[in-house]
């Protein structure tokens, strides 16, 4: 397992931008799903982008297709996630996980590694 941590999250107005940063420590990621899940209050979590980043495959949640994007930096052990034209209903706590193997099409029951989650609220 790794440790992983969050940032770039804070509050932005609808149609406003953000960038999201996972930094890994303790083993490489360079071999690894790295995943990008949300939970907002009352509401189970659910995937948002996975990258495969050995070869750099990515997948996304209809919802968020066309606006954000994954992206890594193996030399740094980082993975971003780039937010684009946010709307209300992507405020939730964003967390990164990963899993030490192929991607899965975003399953959470996947991942064995989380971070604590960093916050995202976007006002209309």
């Known amino acids: 397992q790794v440790k992983l941590v969050e940032s770039g999250g804070g509050s932005v107005q609808a149609g406003g931008s953000l960038r999201l940063s996972c930094a890994a420590s303790?083993?490489?990621?360079?071999?690894?799903?790295m995943g990008w899940f949300r939970q907002a209050p009352g509401k189970e979590r659910e995937g948002v982008a996975e990258?495969?980043?050995?070869?750099?495959?990515?997948y996304y949640a209809d919802s968020v297709k066309g606006r954000f994007n994954i992206s890594q930096d193996n030399s740094k052990n980082m993975v971003y996630l780039r937010m684009n034209s946010l709307k209300p209903e992507d405020t939730a706590m964003y967390y990164c996980?990963?899993?030490?193997?192929?991607?899965?099409?975003?399953?959470?029951?996947?991942?064995?590694?989380w971070g604590q989650g960093t916050q995202v609220t976007v006002s209309s």
């Open positions: 996980a990963a899993v030490g193997r192929y991607c899965r099409s975003l399953k959470v029951d996947d991942y064995n590694s």
């Open positions: 303790g083993n490489s990621v360079s071999r690894n799903c």
């Open positions: 990258i495969y980043t050995a070869v750099g495959v990515t």
